[in-house]
């Protein structure tokens, strides 16, 4: 694994970039994401206690508008669509917590916003279903 981890950390982004990119995730922290920008950005998690980080909260209001800074630069890395997600009840531990959106998520203009909330399962097909036209939809764009 430390052989493994050491190899790829010194790749470059110029070695990624040379890779064929269909059908990859890239999977970083906002803090890796500075910079970069990409057709379709998910950004999970997005809850008070997450985003921002329960220590900002607890620290001062400077740490809180650092937390509003990596807010903004998560949702201006998409090109075309941003997708973000909050979970009603996570486990922490052997908790089971209630959580609640992001604040910072009030901060941005309603007619920009489309909430959607399921009560049922989504299954494999509805999945991939939904993954495709997303696909079709940026391939399209040329």
Known sequence: ???FLNRITL???DDLAEEDDRGK???MTIHAAKGLEFDIVFLVGVEEGI???ARALEESEENVEE???LFYVAITRAKAKLFMSSCRT???MRETIECTPSPFIEEIPQE???IREDEDPVDTAEAE???ARIRSTLAGKG
Request: aromatic share 12%; hydrophobic share 40%; glycine share 0%.
């Open 1 to 3: 694994l430390y052989s």
């Open 11 to 13: 790749q470059s982004r």
């Open 25 to 27: 995730v890239n999977l």
């Open 51 to 53: 985003i921002p980080h």
């Open 67 to 69: 937390e509003r800074r």
């Open 90 to 92: 996570r486990k922490v």
């Open 112 to 114: 920009l916003i489309e």
């Open 129 to 131: 279903d939904f993954f």
